[in-house]
């Protein structure tokens, strides 16, 4: 492996992190914070500049990519992404430094999941108690930032805006997107990255409009955008979306939600003039399919109880479009793995909670912005299951496993079934490892183990609806942080780096 092309890569992404880090401070300034905070903003965007900067002209030289330098390009860019994202928590916040690094990466890899709980312990020892509305706008603006520029992905854009990256460019991009599908659109691979970006800054400018008129200011409707694009969770809200008690708001973030939980080259040949492309898209029509069953059963089972609000407030006996109201948000939510929320969906009734658990292991349609295991590969996984079942009677049949009427070779069908059984794996493992560490009930440990490894954020149990993460040793914040990091990449792109062939 090239070691110094690695290095060099990674440390012109961790230059742009510092550049994009940098519209924080005047943010910052015009939002009122006090100039203190501007200014620490400004030094640590200056700080990653030069850093990065530095870096990358020392080890100057040839690129010659191959996969190998791919993997570890993308993995260690991510992971120093999220160091120096977190400078302005550090600096600023005042935060442990994994709790820093835990909040960026969950940022970055949109998962959502917050140490931010009212309640800051500071490096000194001292409490402060400050909840997510108290912090400061330009911290908070880049808190939400982490969000859009992980979603279509750090590398993504940076193979967009970076063409020394050349050839090397195709191994970069399919690392960090190594879903089951091909995304790429035109036969540049710097090409397809920009009309992927693109599609994405419109609907994001489309949806910050539609919640600037539902009465949200544009601090607001841009972060909650950078949330939603993002399908990762951050708000602006102790009570997240639910504070601000809107149902217009309500309804036009689950919409933009399912959206982003879709693949983006469907939107992409949409806006060309062919909207019938989605429900052609085999993925798309089970993905649909999935949210309105899961939608309305859920709906059914809330009417006539109780919700209470992720704001704290008590709706009595709620009738249909009420259920279906909160019902709808939380299951589109969940499923695209945003983890926005506006109710406590850990005092539902348990058929609602275990099947919101469900839907965290399946996560949006490939070449989207959510995480899970993607419905392309349960897709195929059901598929594979019927045709091992056929061939029970007919043993001599050849299993021909197709997706949107094209055959599905048998390579792929091996890799997604070694990432079922990784993924299940990797749950199964980081949830002991939670108990081995302090966290001392099965279903708190189970189901933060999958909010993260499924970047999705709220779990049940004490890291429900209104939790977060804060109360949590620092070696099991590690642990959520790695998970974080393997569920964003989809985990071969960073269990690679552990064969000693890879170097």
Not at 35 to 51: D, I, K, Y
Request: hydrophobic share 50%; aromatic share 12%.
């Amino acid at each position: 492996m090239n070691i110094r092309m690695v290095i060099r890569v990674v440390s012109s992404l961790v230059a742009v992190i510092g550049l994009f880090m940098a519209t924080s401070a005047p943010v910052s300034w015009v939002m009122g914070d006090p100039s203190r905070v501007s200014w620490m903003l400004l030094a640590c965007s200056v700080g990653t500049m030069l850093v990065g900067s530095l870096v990358s002209r020392m080890t100057r030289g040839a690129l010659q990519f191959t996969f190998r330098e791919g993997f570890a390009i993308v993995t260690f860019g991510w992971l120093f992404a999220s160091i120096f994202g977190g400078l302005p928590l550090y600096v600023i916040g005042g935060v442990h430094w994994y709790d820093a690094i835990f909040e960026t990466m969950s940022g970055f890899t949109t998962t959502g999941a917050s140490i931010l709980d009212g309640t800051l312990v500071l490096r000194n020892g001292t409490t402060l108690s400050s909840g997510i509305a108290d912090m400061p706008a330009g911290v908070l603006y880049w808190r939400s930032l982490t969000h859009w520029l992980g979603g279509m992905g750090i590398v993504v854009l940076s193979v967009a805006i970076l063409p020394f990256l050349g050839i090397g460019s195709q191994q970069l991009f399919h690392a960090e997107v190594p879903g089951p599908t091909s995304d790429q659109l035109t036969p540049k691979i710097a090409d397809s990255a920009k009309i992927l970006w693109a599609v994405y800054v419109l609907l994001s400018v489309v949806e910050t409009g539609l919640l600037m008129g539902g009465g949200m200011s544009l601090f607001d409707a841009w972060c909650h955008t950078c949330g939603t694009m993002a399908t990762g969770g951050f708000s602006t809200q102790q009570a997240s979306v639910g504070g601000f008690n809107s149902a217009y708001i309500d309804g036009v973030i689950t919409l933009f939600m399912f959206l982003a939980g879709a693949n983006f080259v469907l939107h992409f040949r949409a806006l060309r003039g062919k909207p019938l492309t989605f429900f052609r898209d085999e993925e798309f029509r089970f993905y649909f399919l999935l949210a309105v069953v899961a939608t309305l059963s859920v709906t059914v089972k809330l009417m006539g109880g109780d919700i209470i609000t992720s704001a704290g407030a008590r709706l009595h006996n709620v009738g249909f479009f009420t259920a279906l109201r909160y019902g709808s948000f939380q299951v589109v939510s969940i499923l695209t793995t945003t983890g926005f929320v506006t109710a406590d969906f850990n005092l539902w009734p348990a058929y609602c909670a275990l099947l919101l658990v469900v839907l965290m292991f399946i996560g949006g349609c490939a070449g989207s912005t959510g995480g899970g295991m993607k419905v392309a590969r349960l897709v195929l996984l059901i598929k594979y299951s019927i045709a091992q079942i056929e061939r029970c009677v007919f043993r001599r049949s050849v299993s021909n496993v197709r997706l949107n009427r094209e055959r599905v070779d048998t390579a792929t069908l091996h890799k997604t079934l070694g990432f079922f059984f990784l993924f299940v794996g990797l749950f199964v493992a980081s949830s002991l490892a939670l108990c081995l560490l302090g966290v001392d009930d099965v279903v708190t440990a189970s189901s933060a183990s999958i909010a993260a490894l499924g970047n999705i954020g709220p779990g049940l149990g004490k890291v429900g609806a209104v939790c977060t993460y804060a109360w949590m040793s620092p070696p099991a914040k590690g642990v959520l942080t790695f998970m974080m990091l393997l569920g964003r990449l989809e985990l071969y792109t960073v269990l690679v780096l552990f064969l000693r062939s890879s170097y």
